[in-house]
Nanobody
Framework: QVQVVESGGGLVQAGGSLRLSCAASGRTFTRYAMGWFRQAPGKERDFVAAVSWRGDSTYYADSVKGRFTISKDNARNTLYLQMNSLKPEDTAVYYC??????????????????WGQGTQVTVSS
């Protein structure tokens, strides 16, 4: 199995940028589809972005499309989420998820078996 650990969260003003990282260890990172999810207090865990195991296919939630970019560096066993033009409604705990697959990517939480502990992102207005 793979272990994933997120980092890069913090406090930023609206309009600012942050880059989240997700470091993976354990089994071969290459064959894992990866995703980012977020959860605000009192709300469900929502899909943010996903990438295929090769890193050549990506998918985004409408709420972040054009502002966030997901990327996967298989050589460094690291997943990234570049977040630009941040809004207060982006405030949440952000989670990295991994799932071994030979297919594309996944967008639902139950499709992932491996999760990190999360990193807090707070956007002030």
């Amino acid at each position: 199995q793979v272990q994933v650990v997120e980092s890069g969260g913090g406090l930023v003003q609206a309009g600012g940028s942050l880059r989240l990282s997700c470091a993976a260890s354990g089994r071969t990172f290459t064959r894992y589809a990866m995703g980012w999810f977020r959860q605000a207090p009192g709300k469900e865990r929502d899909f943010v972005a996903a990438v295929s195991w090769r890193g050549d296919s990506t998918y985004y939630a409408d709420s972040v499309k054009g502002r966030f970019t997901i990327s996967k560096d298989n050589a460094r066993n690291t997943l990234y989420l570049q977040m630009n033009s941040l809004k207060p409604e982006d405030t949440a705990v952000y989670y990295c998820a991994a799932q071994p697959t030979s297919l594309g990517y996944y967008t639902r939480p139950y499709e992932y078996n491996y999760w990190g502990q999360g990193t807090q992102v707070t956007v002030s207005s």
